[in-house]
């Protein structure tokens, strides 16, 4: 008989995490201690999360593969038990930069002239699917009201830079397109992503700008990486123990990108020269993330443009979050609260 290792693992690991979930706040208090960083108490439970993620970090770089599985086995276990009904999911495929790309369409329950949101996984551009990110596409189309299409585009290093640029912006092209055929209203599409799927939503609505076609209803940028040409402080003051670190950083930019120019505004979309004309755009960043001084540089840029901006900093939270909604409430809680403000700008008049 053979031993899936793999998935042992996941399944101890739920197990920890239910545990956790079930302890009573003041025994979390007493395990987990007090918790501050650049002047933010961490929430207990989060501190529990993030002390044990740093007992299974493994010494020397994971390949990978063994990248993705960790991925791919710590998004079933933040997920938890919560399911997320919503109208219909279904899976499709539709038009990348290079071919088909598989992707899904998430229904609200009642889903007729509803606006659709493109979602645009993270995952550092080389981890992350449509599994991966489940719960945070039912989240926001059961509390937006909205339909999601959430697309598997093309990884690194298999194909890097710009490929995952080329499928996103093919992707928003494709639900021009087929937004009626969804049963959703053609007028109203917005795009959104986290991390790095917040960088390729951002590059989205530039070159939707750029070239002069539909731009986006709004977008949602949730803890975005913006600008890989430098850092920031909040790249060093978080860059250890707070789930993303600055050396995942460093590797995941260079998979993705090598030698490719740190300026190009289609990976540093925050030094794009012109930000004028963009849509209503909501940034949230997380108070304990390495990315979050450029997502906020971002939102203070787009509004000097004249860009109406809704800046959202989740006090006390961490990269990721929106993925920890089925261990972390906090993290849920400020998730629903986040696709709640986008709902509004979503369903705001065209400015």
């Known amino acids: ?8 693992t996941g399944r101890g690991q739920l197990l920890l995490a239910r545990t956790l979930n079930a302890l009573p706040d003041a025994v979390v208090a007493r395990l987990a201690g007090d918790l501050e960083a650049d002047g933010q108490r961490v929430d207990p439970r989060l501190a529990l999360i993030l002390q ?19 991925i791919a086995r710590g998004s079933r ?3 938890g038990l919560l399911h997320v009904p919503v109208g219909s999911v279904r899976d499709l495929t539709v038009r990348g930069g290079g071919g088909v790309l598989r992707a899904r369409h998430y229904a609200p329950e009642a889903g007729q002239g509803r606006p659709l949101v493109l979602f645009l996984h993270g995952g550092g551009w080389v981890t992350g699917d449509l599994d991966s990110h489940d719960l945070p596409c039912r989240l ?14 093309r990884l690194a290093p298999e194909s890097p830079f710009p490929a995952a640029v080329e499928d996103a912006v093919a992707a928003y092209g494709w639900a021009l397109d087929h937004a009626e055929e969804l049963g959703a209203d053609a007028s109203r599409i917005g795009v959104a992503g986290d991390s790095a799927g917040g960088n390729l939503a951002a590059v989205v609505s530039q070159q939707a700008v750029d070239a002069g076609i539909q731009r986006p209803a709004a977008q949602l940028l949730i803890y975005p990486g913006v600008d890989a040409s430098q850092a920031r402080p909040s790249k060093s003051l978080f860059g250890e123990g707070f789930l993303l670190t600055r050396a995942a950083m ?13 300026h190009d505004p289609r990976l540093s979309p925050l030094l794009a020269k012109d930000l004028s004309g963009l849509p209503p755009t909501l940034v949230e960043t997380a108070g304990l993330d390495p990315l979050r001084d450029e997502g906020e540089d971002y939102a203070a840029a787009l509004r000097e443009a004249g860009v109406p901006v809704v800046l959202r900093r989740a006090r006390g939270l961490v990269h990721g979050f929106a993925n920890l909604g089925g261990i972390h409430r906090p993290s849920l809680d400020e998730t629903v609260a986040m696709i709640g403000a986008f709902s509004a700008l979503l369903d705001s008049p065209p400015r």
């Open 1 to 8: 008989m053979r031993i899936d290792l793999d998935d042992l």
């Open 52 to 70: 044990s993620e740093e007992r299974l970090r493994t010494d020397g770089e994971p390949t990978v593969a063994e990248r993705r599985a960790s």
């Open 77 to 79: 276990v933040a997920a």
């Open 140 to 153: 926001l189309c059961k509390h937006a009201d909205v339909h999601v299409v959430a697309v598997d585009y």
């Open 250 to 262: 460093d590797w995941y930019v260079e998979t993705y990108a090598g030698g490719t120019d740190r």
